[in-house]
């Protein structure tokens, strides 16, 4: 049930770019991302809805394939403050309902 | 306005012990979902409550219990503690479904179990 995302780390040089892909063997509804920063609340960045559409906040952005059940998270020109945990959700339909399950997060660390 | 709150922010109980975990999720928010965060394992999902109702639940024993009030306060009771319960437990209120309004998460609630 858990979605699988991959790489589980990466280390950036500021200015680099970096993508952070999010799989799941179930049909998904819809696909969330979040960050969250050491010590801190996770923080919501973006949902994906059905429809493979593709989404931006400021230089990140973010694709949701329905027929291959994943997701990518493409960070580009990344600033230091971009270094945190990433986590993707995906909502499933289970026992008559949809909840939401996340991986086990990507670690993303930006040096000067 | 203010954000989701979670209490107490830290516990520290004995193995065998009870314990109850409040989150006020923010005004007008009916959706509360809570989750369990160990390191390696990321977020589980425990379970989600709207309007009162529990809507899904993950895959925890029965000790693990939760409940929401009509103020759409909730509270999460773990009944038997063992050592391995020991982890951050986060709230999370959303607006509607999940799905078109995001989450919106508390501080959580630092559990350890000695």
């Known amino acids: 049930q858990q979605p699988v995302q991959s790489p589980q780390a990466v280390i950036l040089r500021e200015g680099e770019d ?3 892909n999010c799989s799941s063997s179930k049909a998904l509804y819809s696909v ?3 960050r969250q920063k050491h010590g801190e609340a996770p923080v919501f960045l973006m949902i994906l809805l059905k429809g493979g559409e593709q989404k931006g906040h400021e230089k990140i952005s973010a694709s949701f394939n329905e027929k291959k059940q994943q997701s990518s998270l493409y960070l580009t020109a990344s600033q230091l403050s971009y270094s945190g945990t990433y986590f993707c959700g995906t909502e499933i ?3 008559g309902s949809e909840k939401l ?4 997060g990507t670690k993303l660390t930006v040096n000067p | 306005k203010a954000g989701v709150t979670q209490t107490p922010r830290y516990l520290i109980k004995t193995r065998g012990q009870q314990v109850t975990l409040s989150c006020s999720p923010i005004s007008g928010h009916r959706s509360v979902s809570w989750y369990q965060q160990t390191p390696g394992q990321g977020l589980q999902f425990l379970f989600e409550y709207f309007s009162e ?5 993950g895959n925890f024993p029965g ?3 939760g409940r929401q009030f009509s103020n759409s306060r909730s509270e999460m009771n773990v009944s038997t503690l063992e050592l391995g319960d020991s982890a951050l437990y986060l709230c999370a209120s959303s607006l509607k479904a999940a799905r078109f309004y995001g989450y919106t998460f508390g501080s959580g609630t630092r559990l350890t179990v000695v």
């Open chain 2, 53 to 57: 109702t529990q809507r899904n639940k």
């Open chain 2, 63 to 65: 000790r693990f219990s």
């Open chain 1, 93 to 95: 339909r289970q026992g």
């Open chain 1, 32 to 34: 969330h991302w979040y």
């Open chain 1, 18 to 20: 970096a993508v952070i």
């Open chain 1, 101 to 104: 399950v996340f991986g086990k």
